[in-house]
């Protein structure tokens, strides 16, 4: 690395390339990673269907079934490969593997007033992913998450400071109340509204059928209210899912923990913390996602993460000697 480039760094007051910002690129990959698989997914799907009524032409007139077509013309039984990986974040078959997102599982069992067991049990990678980790799907696997971050992006290049703040105890509202409603009405609420899930159906819509649906004005909709008025407003305080991974990680044992005597109260962890979150003073709370935003952000390393039991007074603050330095 060239002295410049070191300065640069230095300037910016950001480590590199430690921790943090490995942590970050790790992240972005895999945000990445679920928004091609989102696209990979109906490509492979219109694929299978084109192959099975052997229509040659539809496959060449377009890029992707094309290229697919080429990838797994040689092997000999293509379909294993075109069928090895289904659905969408809402639920995700992988070749035997079934997840599902904990809110489409309830989301579903509440619409069909029923317990299926089958279905309960794919919840629970994601559930004992979120007891360990926190609300981690949404800081590393949403793909709204990616966009809802490059809306903070836009209002940082454009200067926009207008953040009008809600209570944060709507979302776990919402969730009662969808909840509710879904076994009245015998309609699943959440998936309507779920910005991960409208994503994934209308990409593949949009691949499908080149057509979109109302879902993308809404989330489009809802992108511009948080690049103009309120930060991040669906992930504080109104997303279901977010509602349910808070409180599934609330006693989360991987915890982002502040070292006290390091921090030099310079309120950079909280000002780029996506979720308001107090990290400066070791208030992560239940809603944090382990994103580590606040961990690139911190110049003198005092934001560590450790193993470890919820704090009683909720506040994650160690002395030097104590952490357990990730
Ligand atoms: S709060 Fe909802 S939309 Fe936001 S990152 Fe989490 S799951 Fe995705
Ligand atoms: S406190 Fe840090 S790790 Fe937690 S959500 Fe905020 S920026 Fe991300």
Same mark, same amino acid.
């Given at each position: 690395?060239t002295?410049?480039v070191?300065?640069? $760094?230095r300037?910016?007051n950001?480590?590199?390339p +430690?921790?943090g910002?490995?942590?970050?690129v790790? %992240?972005?990959?895999?945000?990445?990673?679920?928004l091609?698989?989102?696209?990979?997914i109906?490509t492979?799907s #219109?694929?299978?269907?084109?192959?099975?009524?052997?229509?040659?032409?539809?496959?060449?007139?377009?890029w992707?079934?094309s290229?697919?077509?080429?990838?797994?013309?040689?092997l /000999?039984d293509?379909?294993r490969?075109?069928?090895?990986v289904r +659905?969408s974040?809402?639920?995700l078959?992988v &070749?035997?593997?079934?997840?599902s997102?904990?809110l489409?599982?309830i989301?579903?069992i509440?619409?069909?007033r029923v317990?299926?067991d089958h279905?309960?049990?794919?919840a629970?990678?994601p559930?004992?992913?979120?007891?360990?980790?926190?609300?981690?799907f949404? +800081? $590393?696997?949403?793909?709204?998450?990616?966009?809802? @971050?490059l809306?903070t992006k836009?209002?940082? $290049? *454009?200067g926009?400071?207008?953040?009008v &703040?809600f209570?944060?105890?709507?979302?776990?509202?919402i969730?009662?109340?969808?909840l509710?409603?879904?076994v009245?009405?015998g309609?699943?609420i959440?998936?309507? !509204?779920y910005?991960?899930? !409208?994503?994934g159906g @209308?990409?593949y819509l949009w691949? *499908?059928? &080149?057509?979109v649906s109302a +879902?993308?004005?809404?989330?489009?909709? #809802?992108?511009?209210? @948080? !690049?103009?008025v309120s %930060?991040?407003?669906?992930?504080?305080y109104i997303?279901?899912? &977010?509602?349910?991974?808070?409180?599934?990680?609330?006693w989360?044992i991987?915890r982002l *923990?502040?070292?006290?005597?390091?921090?030099?109260?310079c *309120?950079?962890?909280?000002?780029?913390?996506?979720?308001?979150?107090? =990290?400066? %003073?070791?208030?992560?709370?239940?809603e944090?996602n382990n994103?580590?935003?606040?961990?690139r952000?911190?110049? =003198?390393g005092?934001?560590v993460?450790?193993?470890?039991?919820?704090p009683?007074?909720? %506040? /994650?603050?160690?002395?030097?000697a @104590?952490?357990?330095?990730?």
């Amino acid at each position: 690395m060239t002295e410049r480039v070191r300065r640069y $760094w230095r300037r910016r007051n950001r480590h590199w390339p +430690g921790r943090g910002f490995r942590l970050q690129v790790a %992240r972005r990959t895999l945000q990445v990673g679920v928004l091609v698989l989102l696209v990979v997914i109906p490509t492979l799907s #219109l694929y299978d269907n084109l192959r099975n009524q052997r229509d040659e032409v539809g496959i060449e007139a377009r890029w992707d079934t094309s290229l697919v077509h080429q990838l797994v013309e040689d092997l /000999d039984d293509p379909s294993r490969v075109t069928q090895s990986v289904r +659905g969408s974040v809402w639920t995700l078959k992988v &070749g035997e593997l079934v997840i599902s997102d904990p809110l489409a599982v309830i989301d579903f069992i509440g619409a069909a007033r029923v317990i299926f067991d089958h279905f309960l049990i794919t919840a629970l990678i994601p559930v004992l992913a979120s007891l360990l980790l926190g609300r981690v799907f949404c +800081g $590393w696997l949403c793909p709204a998450d990616l966009l809802f @971050e490059l809306g903070t992006k836009i209002r940082g $290049w *454009t200067g926009i400071e207008t953040d009008v &703040g809600f209570a944060r105890i709507t979302k776990f509202a919402i969730l009662a109340l969808g909840l509710v409603a879904g076994v009245v009405l015998g309609t699943q609420i959440f998936a309507e !509204i779920y910005p991960p899930r !409208i994503i994934g159906g @209308e990409l593949y819509l949009w691949i *499908t059928f &080149g057509v979109v649906s109302a +879902g993308a004005w809404f989330f489009l909709a #809802l992108l511009a209210f @948080e !690049i103009f008025v309120s %930060r991040r407003f669906w992930c504080r305080y109104i997303c279901p899912g &977010g509602a349910l991974y808070s409180l599934l990680g609330r006693w989360r044992i991987l915890r982002l *923990t502040l070292v006290a005597q390091e921090c030099t109260d310079c *309120t950079r962890c909280n000002a780029v913390c996506e979720f308001g979150l107090d =990290p400066m %003073r070791g208030r992560f709370g239940q809603e944090c996602n382990n994103c580590g935003l606040c961990v690139r952000a911190c110049a =003198p390393g005092a934001l560590v993460y450790r193993v470890g039991l919820r704090p009683r007074d909720g %506040r /994650d603050v160690l002395p030097a000697a @104590e952490a357990q330095v990730s």
